[in-house]
């Protein structure tokens, strides 16, 4: 859980959340006592976070890239969730004008309701609502617009993402409004919005089974994660898009353990800055990379060899023994 900051009232919904998303690999107990030391504030930074999962001997997988809140007709929903190997916790706000409705859920079955017509709502862990209650009641003001109101909300997520690494510095704001709408009529609305998102929970529900039922073959790959070592090799350039041919002992899963990929096959890997933290033009892309340059994993960095520049991917890169 990370953070999500609303407001709702008679301007309509204005909803802003970072997009970080931290995934452990390792033992149980280690990974919820790190947890723990996150979201109380006693990791200040990814580093110190890095630096606290070696001693535990975990693996992280931290991303910035996660949507956290979506637009759905005339309202915002945004929503917070813990995944252990049994269950789904959600929770979930929707927000219009005139109107919230807060809900919590385990898999799909809803757990709890809560509702109202206006106010300002924080979801997140504990470190991150005490550094944005005070924000959010210092920088507020009934008369801005909510274009403003959105524009507050993500400078607090970043100072916030200053100060803990549980909170991610990209940040989502999205704005639903719909001025036909009352109080009444608002949780009417929200109801069938719901409703209709409940609906599609429940497919997805059908799916996460047959995850769960694969828990035992994920634990043996989290085993194989590649921490340091030969990737592959760059067999294409497309503009910032590579293709990467795995070595022979590398094979790729998506984040739900999937296999996508198999050694001496390709995977899709993305050029974005340099060392210095500068965006790479896509004209200039040839300074920094050439076909047959080999990919690696170096200190827990994916980067071209040659000169250290990072990659971006969405997949986990395993050992095949």
């Known amino acids: 859980m990370s953070i999500i900051i609303a407001y709702i009232g008679k301007k309509g919904c204005v909803m802003a959340s970072d997009k970080r998303r931290i995934a452990y690999f390792g033992n149980k107990n280690e990974r919820e006592e790190l947890e723990s030391k996150l979201y109380s504030g ?8 890095y630096k606290e999962a070696a001693k535990r001997d975990l693996t992280l997988k931290i991303t910035d890239d996660t949507h956290k809140i979506k637009k759905i007709g005339t309202a915002v929903m945004g929503e917070v969730s813990t995944k252990t190997t049994m269950e789904v916790k959600r929770k979930r706000i929707y927000g219009t004008t005139n ?3 807060i809900i919590e859920l385990v898999g799909s079955t809803l757990k709890s309701k809560d509702k109202g017509a206006s106010g300002i709502i ?6 991150a609502k005490s550094i944005a209650n005070p924000l959010v009641k210092e920088r507020w003001k009934s008369n801005i617009s909510l274009k403003y109101m959105g524009d507050i909300f993500e400078e607090i997520i970043k ?10 510095k990209e940040v ?3 704005i639903g409004k719909d001025d036909s709408l009352t109080p009444t009529t608002a949780q009417e ?15 997805y529900r059908n ?3 047959e995850e769960l039922d694969k828990a035992n073959e994920s634990m043996e790959i989290t085993s194989k994660l590649i921490n340091e070592g030969n990737i592959g090799r760059i067999s294409n350039i497309n503009g910032k898009i590579l293709n990467v041919v795995l070595e022979n002992n590398v094979e790729a899963y998506d984040t739900n353990w999937k296999l996508l990929s198999k050694p001496n096959e390709e995977v899709i890997m993305l050029l974005n800055k340099d060392n210095d933290g500068n965006i790479i033009d896509e004209d200039n892309v040839s300074n920094f990379v050439s076909i047959d340059d080999k990919v690696i994993i170096k200190d827990g960095n994916l980067c071209i060899e040659k000169n250290n520049i990072s ?5 986990v890169l395993c050992n095949t023994k």
Do not use: M
């Open 99 to 101: 109107g919230y409705q």
């Open 159 to 168: 100072e916030i993402a200053d100060k803990t690494p549980s909170v991610g």
């Open 207 to 209: 799916q996460l089974t």
């Open 189 to 203: 609305y929200l109801d069938k919005t719901e409703d209709r998102d409940k609906r599609l929970l429940e497919k």
């Open 42 to 49: 006693n990791i200040r930074n990814d580093e110190e976070l």
């Open 311 to 315: 990659l971006n991917c969405n997949i």
């Open 122 to 127: 924080i979801f997140g862990n504990k470190i």
């Open 172 to 174: 989502d704001v999205l």
